[in-house]
């Protein structure tokens, strides 16, 4: 029996004649286990077991998963993909894969079925442990900052977790439509990362796509949470356009963007002013960075890994940051703030901030939410804004803080 994937690649040519419930028949098809769903701006994918997986190795991440595509070329797929998750720290093993099956459809903001709302929550008693306590958090942060005003570097991005149990396997494809439904112009994606566990989220944030020679990042930091209240709601998000400290953290981020990818791009286009961009939960400061390819040969996939990590995840200097977030975080962020997507032969692909997400095993959820610390931060600020990222998935759970 051939294990050479049967491929039905996303195309763009139906986006303008969508068809009622091709995205979200693949949302709806979706089991935990051996499925990988991932939904973006411009497709939905939903890939079925594996052909072949990316192995484990000192090379860079691109080269290997080039072997791997490589490997997976035949008559039925002339252009292979892997789909799958890339940890924060690149040297910890990926969870890439090339699937035996991919069935590909519009984005889900092309089906008028996906605002049909999901089933809500049925409740149940989650039990909810915080690592670090609010408290220990709230330290790390008056320590960091304390730091910073010693010139010792200008910003960390520190996390912390949420460790969710109920007595019983979570139903993660209820999750998982809870996610997609509340923000279906966003990234939402449901993987395997290891034999039992689930990594699922709505992340906002692209880290970097490119389709051809174009290539597009968007880049988002500074944030504040939505209201419901319309009128507040649009005051939270004048606020925000105008916070220097927001500006300050964001422009350091497009900066480096910027720096990445300029060696790689001509006619990089760099707006000078942030935009805003919300989802259910948050407004976020937003600048989309495009240019076009220098080299064509340069896949997303080598793009995002230069970019990974940003200051958006990690903080400036970046070796710095990387032994701060060593030291004063007290769990291993494993794939949170590392990146999932898409990747194909011909070096197209969407590589998305791995955020607003969990990870799910046995009858557990772990959940993940980040700041960043800059001097002026304060602990309770941070404290109040790491409660507003986890509202995202605590909502698709029934979950209350």
Known sequence: MSTAPEVAPPSSASHHHPSVGTATVLLDAYTPGTDRFLATPTRTLLARGTAHEVPHGSSPLAERVGRTLEAARGPNTPVPLVIGAVPFDQSAPAALAVPRTLRGAPPLTSDPLVALPAEPPSGGDWSIRAVPEPEEYGTRVKEVVDRMWRGEFSKVVLARTLELSCGRAPDLPAMLQRLARRDPGGYTFALPTHPGRTLLGASPELLVSRAGGRVVANPLAGSTPRSPDLAEDVRR?????????????????????????????????????????????????????????????????????????????????????????????????????????????????????????????????????????VSSSRPEDEMAETGDKFRTFLDAVGAQL
Request: proline share 5%; aromatic share 6%; glycine share 10%.
């Open 237 to 373: 998000a004048a606020a925000l356009l105008r916070s220097a400290k927001d500006l300050h953290e964001h422009a350091v981020v497009v900066d480096a963007v910027h720096q990445a990818l300029g060696p790689h791009c001509r006619d990089l286009v760099v707006p000078a002013e942030p935009t805003l961009t919300r989802t259910a939960a948050m407004w976020h400061l937003s600048t989309t960075v495009t240019g076009t390819l220098l080299q064509p040969d340069l896949s997303a996939l080598e793009l995002a890994c230069e970019l990974h990590p940003t200051p958006a995840v990690c903080g400036t200097p970046t070796h710095t940051a990387r032994e701060v977030i060593r030291d004063a975080e007290c769990f291993d962020r494993g794939f949170f703030t590392g990146m999932v997507g898409w990747g194909d032969a011909n070096g197209d692909g969407e590589w998305v901030v791995t955020l607003r997400c969990a990870e799910a095993e046995g009858d557990g959820l772990r959940l993940f939410a980040g700041a960043g610390i």
